[in-house]
């Protein structure tokens, strides 16, 4: 049913927010684990809408088995995010302290095991790839008439989505989300994508805080 497909257009779009909304509003911290298995319900959710309503579901959503090239232009596409990001990050750190939100954000990550952070980088890598490439611009292209329109929907909800992290964090995302989508359109396959998102948060979630926390503690010492 063609109104089935238009739900999960909806869900893919904005309905990771809204669970994380929610849970925020029941008291659960982000990271805790009945938000970040909900996100994996959403994107199952939205995968068997577009296995029963699309015979070419697979290819539209990107799971075909990825190529050489499709996982080396990931590589690729990780490799220079890396850089992009990292000079922002450091002209950034220049004008003054990091915002208050995102070093909140790097004390309750640091407090978690880091099992639960692996586990943390490993949903957000599948379950929002899924949702916001896979079936955000590889099914909604075709609810939507143009892979113009979806990819601007993609990438817009994809960065408000990230609009509690803090302002300053938005342009990260927002670059992050428009590398990653060129890539989507490019090689038309989500386990390439997957694998940028894996590379750039467990950099982000598991390496980063750790630095930046030794860092202010060896400045406050010294």
């Known amino acids: 049913m063609p109104q089935l497909l238009y739900l999960g257009l909806f869900v893919a779009l904005f309905g ?11 008291g659960f911290n982000q990271f805790s684990p009945v938000p970040r298995l909900t996100l994996w ?28 090239q499709s996982m080396g232009l990931a ?19 220049k004008w003054g302290a990091a915002p208050p939100k995102q070093l909140e954000l790097q004390r309750n990550l640091l407090r978690l095991p880091f099992s639960h952070r692996c ?16 079936y955000a611009i590889g ?16 990438i817009a909800a994809f960065t408000l989505g990230h609009l509690r ?14 590398v990653i989508t060129l890539l989507f359109t490019f090689t038309q396959n989500l386990w390439a994508c997957i694998v940028v998102h894996a ?3 467990g ?3 598991l390496v980063m805080p750790v630095i930046a926390m030794r860092r202010r503690a060896a400045r406050s010492t010294a």
């Open 16 to 26: 990771s927010q809204l669970l994380i909304l929610f849970f925020r509003w029941l």
């Open 119 to 134: 586990f943390v980088v490993v949903t957000a890598a599948v379950t929002e790839e899924v949702l916001f490439r896979g």
């Open 203 to 205: 950099i982000g979630v």
């Open 165 to 178: 992290w803090g302002l300053a964090h938005l342009v990260t995302v927002f670059v992050s989300a428009l």
């Open 41 to 68: 319900i959403a994107a199952a959710a939205v995968l068997a809408i577009a296995a029963a309503n699309s015979e070419d579901w697979r290819v539209r959503v990107g799971l075909e088995w990825p190529t050489w």
């Open 75 to 93: 590589i690729l596409a990780a490799a220079i995010l890396f850089v992009v990001l990292s000079a922002y990050v450091s002209v950034r750190g």
């Open 139 to 154: 099914v909604g292209q075709h609810l939507l008439g143009s892979v113009g329109l979806a990819c601007v929907l993609s």
């Open 199 to 201: 590379i750039l948060d």
